[in-house]
């Protein structure tokens, strides 16, 4: 049952590969006494520059004053990083040995993955190294972007990588994979480049589903998760993969990242964004976006190498502004994830090598300091740095003294008292650092109660993959905890949740698990105006919490008077009896009875994902209001399929005459469409309701894809 949540200060559980718990044991020589305590490494990497816009040289670690949360802390590691170009050609220094020097490489394919070697705690690997990372996402570019991407690089290669550069190469098709670990070996690099698969994660690029999209009825051919199929968190959580490798280097890195644009839409995790950024920054790492797509310049309506989109908008300007603004949209998140980590993005340029060139211009000399936090409990909260340069006289030059602000101090789960676990989820909640090891997908739809009410049911899906059991009392079994609130415009909590579910499975059902997917539902009452909602699931077996962060309208229906107004439309593959769920947890009476997914004690299960199997019925549900109205006005309604612009299928229309809810002037409008009849795919799914009395109508349409 939902209860008011705790509002506390932060506090989190991902502790920063840069922040490294270092073990020192004491063992009394014959009293056998074992004294542990754990201390906590805290690096940093501070760029100084002064007036002139170069590097402040010949610092001294006594020149630099450092605190953690107000306290004095003592600089144990201190290293200045001299890179290439920003110190005159003086005395050659001595020879930095590289993978160059390496003995020749084995024509032997190794067992075992290529991985970022990580340095000791203390230790730095590649003193006075430029450490930069070209990271090629196969998914999000076609075949053209894949080869101008490899051209680029190539170019870079060989002529503007200087002696100071280490690159290491990362892709992303279907997995994360380190090609070569940081290397200034430029042949090796080479053979890496050309040895790109192109063509290689076709199938996931951005798919616009609005005016834009064109008239094609390809043949489904993606393979993927229904929790991947529709958003580019899959993006995001890559680069954030990426990133979490390299913070086990103490050094600053700069991650090149090519891309045909990340979209963002309706589905996607907006906490996930969040979350890569702040490992970014927890590690160290600057990310250079590159659009693959060079300088685009074409037609309204879309150049040669894609069908025209058709229909009434080609004509209307529909189409050319949702093309714009698809575009636009695509930068904007690359934009976004090199301000907020201290890069630069590369956009509308055709020499996609420059991009390359700013990350390696933009590192220069810095300095690394190290020291061991007075602060040895691992409470998971964030401490505040501060760094200043108590040189007076060097302190007037400067003009630039960027570093990290503050990182998160780490916790181990499984040594979370009762108290600390509900302390963890009340801090997650409130935290700007999301915690996304656990996939979720979300949905939030709106319903009327009244002119000024409106009940939003919430969704929430797992895959059962993410969830570890145990065994007890000859059961497999966990417990799986929420916490979510929703806030208005102004930023004020107007409603919240706080619950739990036991899951008990035995046999059969509990090896399938890691097949199929757990949902949890709540409900909420709300006026019309718009929310952010967030909300948090955690598994109690390893710990393991996953944030959905998203943007909820709900219009006043009220006062639609152009349209037919019309609630969410609810989609889902099944319909589950309320004492039949594999667990429940307390349930609000008033929930249930206001609750319009549930029907004579069955409810309707939406999808979340929306992706369906040609086995499966689609159960569709949604509500047309006539606010106005003594008695029902009869309305026409059906549903169709559209590949492209192409009408695949259409139900039989279907005509209701009754059942106005006198309370809600709601009238409820259901179907149950047979997918049998569809080819797999994806496809437009459009819901049309026609008032033909007061000759008003309304039409719904969202992504849906049918798996074989």
């Known amino acids: 049952m939902p209860r008011p949540i705790a509002s506390l200060l932060l506090g989190v559980v991902l502790s920063a590969a840069a922040q490294q718990p270092v073990e020192n044991t004491a063992k009394g020589p014959d009293t056998g006494l074992r004294i542990s305590t754990t201390t906590q490494l805290v690096v940093e990497d501070v760029l100084i520059k002064g007036k002139d816009g170069k590097p402040v040289l010949g610092l001294k670690g006594s020149d630099f004053t450092i605190t953690e949360d107000g306290k004095p802390q003592k600089i144990g590691v201190f290293e200045f990083q001299t890179l290439e170009g920003d110190v005159p050609a003086a005395p050659a220094r001595p020879t930095v040995a590289s993978s160059s020097a390496a003995p020749e490489k084995s024509s032997v394919k190794p067992l075992t993955a290529v991985e970022i070697a990580p340095e ?50 990362m892709t992303f098709s279907s997995n994360v994979k380190v090609m070569e670990d940081f290397t200034d070996d430029r042949d090796q690099l080479e053979k890496d480049i050309r040895g790109l698969i192109i063509g290689e994660g076709q199938g996931f690029e951005i798919d616009n589903q609005d005016d834009s999209a064109s008239d094609t009825g390809a043949a489904f051919q993606q393979d993927d998760t229904e929790f991947n199929i529709f958003n580019t968190d899959r993006q995001l959580s890559a680069l954030e993969t990426a990133v979490k490798m390299l913070g086990s280097l103490n050094e600053k890195k700069s991650l090149v990242y090519f891309a045909s644009g990340i979209q963002r839409n309706g589905l996607d995790n907006q906490a996930q964004l969040r979350s890569t950024i702040n490992a970014a920054i927890r590690a160290n790492v600057s990310f250079y976006p590159i659009d693959a797509r ?16 058709g229909g009434q908008a080609m004509y209307s300007g529909s189409s050319a502004r949702a093309r714009t603004g698809n575009f636009q949209n695509q930068q904007e998140t690359l934009y976004t994830l090199a301000a907020d980590t201290g890069g630069k993005a590369l956009l509308d340029n055709n020499d996609l090598s420059m991009g390359i060139v700013q990350a390696q211009k933009d590192m220069s000399s810095y300095y690394i300091i190290g020291y061991y936090s007075t602060n040895a409990a691992l409470d998971g909260h964030f401490r505040r740095i501060k760094i200043t340069v108590n040189n007076t006289s060097v302190a007037a030059r400067i003009a630039k003294l960027d570093y990290r602000q503050g990182y998160y101090a780490g916790k181990q789960f499984n ?15 409130v935290l700007g650092d999301p915690v996304t090891d656990m996939d979720l ?23 059962g993959s993410e969830i570890e059991l145990a065994r007890h009392g000859g059961a497999d079994s966990t417990r799986l905890d929420f916490i979510g609130e929703i806030k208005d415009s102004k930023g004020t909590t107007v409603a919240n949740v706080r619950d739990n579910i036991q899951v008990k499975l035995k046999g059969e059902s509990s090896q399938q698990l890691a097949k199929t997917t757990l949902e949890y539902d709540t409900g909420f009452t709300l006026p019309p105006g718009a929310y952010t909602a967030k909300f948090l699931a955690r598994e109690n077996e390893t710990g393991k919490m996953g944030t959905f962060e998203t943007k909820l309208v709900v219009p006043d229906l009220t006062t639609e008077q152009k349209y037919l107004p019309i609630s969410s439309v609810v989609l889902g593959n099944q319909r589950e009896r309320l004492d039949a769920a594999v667990a429940t947890a307390e349930k609000d009476k008033k929930i249930l009875a206001a609750h319009p997914l549930i029907q004579d004690g069955v409810k309707l299960v939406p999808s979340v994902t929306r992706v369906f199997r040609t086995g499966q019925n689609l159960y569709v549900y949604l509500e047309a209001y006539e606010p106005g109205a003594e008695t029902t006005q009869p309305l026409i309604a059906n549903v169709s399929f559209y590949r492209g612009k192409v009408k695949a299928f259409e139900t039989d229309p279907l005509r209701v005459s009754e059942g106005l809810n006198p309370k809600t002037k709601a009238l409820p409008l259901r179907f149950s469409v047979p997918l049998a009849k569809l080819l797999p795919g994806k496809y437009i799914c459009q819901v049309s309701v026609l008032d033909p009395t007061a000759q008003k109508f309304a039409f719904w349409r969202a992504p849906v894809v049918i798996l074989p």
Do not use: C, H, W
Request: proline letters at 7%; aromatic letters at 8%.
């Open 294 to 309: 060079g300088l685009v310049a074409e037609a309204p309506l879309g150049d040669a190498t894609k069908g025209s989109p």
């Open 120 to 169: 000791k705690p203390g230790d730095l690997k590649y003193r006075n190294r430029r450490l930069m990372v070209m990271f090629f996402d196969m998914t999000s570019m076609p075949i053209q972007d894949q080869r101008r991407a490899q051209d680029a690089a190539l170019k870079f290669l060989r002529t503007q990588m200087t002696p100071a550069d280490l690159m290491a190469i």
């Open 441 to 463: 997908a979300m949905e939030l739809d709106y319903f009327r109660l009244a002119r000024d009410r409106y009940f939003v049911p919430l969704a929430v899906k797992i895959p």
């Open 415 to 429: 040594k979370f008292s009762e108290s600390d676990k509900e302390r963890q989820l009340a801090q997650a909640l």
